[in-house]
């Protein structure tokens, strides 16, 4: 059975730093990509950062320049490193997983962890 766990979370001011890590634990195969989104209250989730099994990692939105991706292959954790934190990256943080295989695809999730920034 496949779970991703996230940790990391918590409550900082604003320009502080936060790393959050997803471990996984079970086998999925022919996996597309790795990321994490963000869901901030009252609005829809949002995609913050992905990396492929290549290495090759993109970042959306404001986060551009602050945030950084990669995984610990050998440890199957996701990591995500959040620089200069400002009060607009509040919100649940999730972790996933995308893998497509023809036409069949899938999205596992995490649970989420809070980040809460404050000014």
């Known amino acids: 059975q496949v779970q991703l766990v996230e940790s990391g979370g918590g409550s900082v001011q604003t320009g502080g730093s936060l790393r959050l890590s997803c471990a996984t634990s079970?086998?999925?195969?022919?996996?597309?990509?790795r990321g994490w989104f963000r869901q901030a209250p009252g609005k829809e989730r949002e995609l913050v950062a992905t990396?492929?099994?290549?290495?090759?990692?993109n970042y959306f939105g404001s986060v551009m320049g602050r945030f950084t991706v990669w995984r610990n292959n050998a440890k199957e954790i996701l990591y995500l490193q959040m620089d200069d934190l400002k009060p607009e990256d509040t919100g649940v943080y999730y972790c996933?997983?995308?893998?497509?295989?023809?036409?069949?695809?899938?999205?596992?999730w995490g649970r989420g962890t809070q980040v809460t920034v404050s000014s």
């Open positions: 996933n997983i995308w893998r497509k295989c023809l036409g069949d695809e899938h999205d596992y």
């Open positions: 990396i492929t099994p290549g290495g090759s990692a």
């Open positions: 079970g086998t999925i195969r022919n996996i597309k990509s």
